[in-house]
Structure formats: C-alpha cells, structure tokens
C-alpha cells in the first residue's frame, strides 16, 4: 500500500450495535478513489477476522484480547435492562442493579458486557445469542442486560428498555493489526480523530508543511524591498534642515 492509493480498498469490519455510518462518509468524501468495504462480524469473531487479515481495521467491544493489536477507546455505552412493555420496570426512567435481584437474566453467550457479579437470579438457559435471548424476554421468560446500542438494534414493538446507572458499561474502540498499520488505516484513524482534511498525521507534504513559514520569511522583504528597517524616529531626523 505504499505506491498510491488508486485501485485499492479499506476493508472496515464493525460488530452489531456500532453503526459507521459518520466515518464512512467521510472516508467516502476524502478518498473517492478509495473504496471503503463493510464487513459485520459477531463481537466474539471480529479480533480473529483481524488477526487472520479479512478487514485492515474494525469496531471492536472492549475487553478483547489486544495481543498484536493496536485499540484506540473511543465511547461508553449506557447499559440498558430490556423488558416486556408491561413489566414495573416500563413504568420508571431508570432501573439500579438492585431492583433486578429477584429477576431472572438472561446470559447470553455473545454477551460483551465484563461482569463482576451478575445481577438477578441465573436464567433457565444461556441463549447463544443477544438476539435469541431477545425472543425469549419477548416470551416472558427473562429480562436482558445490554449496551442501548443492541437494545435499539433488537427494538420490539412489544418490548422496552431502560437505563441501569450503576451496571458495568461497554466501550466500544476501533483496533488492528499493528505491524500491518499501513497509510490508509492511519487516514482512517485520523477520520475517527476528527482531523481535517489538512492534519493527518504524517500525510502532509514536507512542501505544503512548510509554505507558513516561507510566507514568514518572506513579509520583511515584501514590506522593505530588501532593505533592512530603519526606525520611523531615525528616518525624521534625518530629514532635518541643515
């Protein structure tokens, strides 16, 4: 990827929840010789997609195994209880942990929040994933701790969520290979970033990167035609008659 960008491709993996949609479009914008491909992964399958080569850069769910791998954090999620519409819980802006003890929560195998202690008796089953376990709060037979993010993705008619303040959090990062950080990953990061068009790190021409201050050296000359400036108070006296 060091001899130019035309003809190639930015492989951008993301897992459920994580909508890339912003950066896309701005990569989009940037580099419109540079076609940028999305690739949806499981959370527990997108380090190996990135450790095996199948995307240049992807939107994990913190932990991971970071072995290799270069993670920049980038926001906390709200944890969010979904529940049946016609459960106590609908009725309130938030719900603490402690509320959920006598509850049962479903554990999903794809769970991607880092528990201590889980909240709320241990459901019948673990369902193998977020989505399963969804159908079966749907059913009746569980609530579901989630980031609001996978609560909005899974949205029900006949289901609701709210806000656990004091439940772990998941953060989501964006991460890959570090030996194979190559120029369009450090273009995609500084889009992340926020940089502008003109501050991508290391991207700048050493020609564009010094005009400011060939302009600087440049204003005495504009201003004395070369000529060393000589004080306005000197100059009068100068011109004094004799």
């Known amino acids: ?6 003809g190639m491709e930015f492989r951008l993996a993301y897992v459920p929840g994580v909508t890339p949609a912003k950066w896309v479009n701005i990569w989009t914008e940037r580099m419109p010789d540079v076609p940028i491909t ?18 240049d850069a992807g939107f994990v769910r913190l932990p991971v195994d970071r072995d290799g791998l270069s993670v920049i954090p980038l926001y906390v999620e709200t944890t969010v209880v979904v529940v049946p519409k016609d459960h106590a819980a609908a009725a309130v802006d938030e719900v603490p942990v402690a509320d959920l003890t006598d509850e049962e929560v479903l554990h999903p195998l ?8 889980r909240p709320g008796l241990p459901a019948f089953t673990r369902p193998a994933t977020t989505a399963d376990a969804v159908e079966l709060v749907a059913a009746g037979t569980g609530l579901l701790l989630v980031p609001q993010s996978l609560a909005r993705l899974h949205h029900r008619r006949d289901l609701t969520y709210r806000p656990v303040p004091d439940a772990p959090q998941s953060q989501v990062a ?7 950080t190559t120029d369009l990953v450090e273009d995609f990061i500084g889009i992340v970033r926020g940089r502008t068009v003109n501050s991508s790190r290391g991207r700048t021409p050493a020609s564009s990167a010094e005009k400011p201050a060939q302009r600087q050296a440049r204003k005495p000359a504009q201003k004395g035609s070369g000529k060393r400036a000589v004080p306005a108070g000197r100059r009068k006296k100068g011109n004094r008659p004799r």
């Open 38 to 55: 999305l690739v949806t992964v499981p959370a527990a399958e997108v380090v190996g997609l990135l450790r095996d080569g199948g995307a």
């Open 1 to 6: 990827m060091t001899d130019g960008k035309t």
């Open 110 to 117: 794809d769970d991607t929040i880092e528990w201590t202690v």
């Open 174 to 180: 964006l991460a890959w290979p570090t030996d194979a």
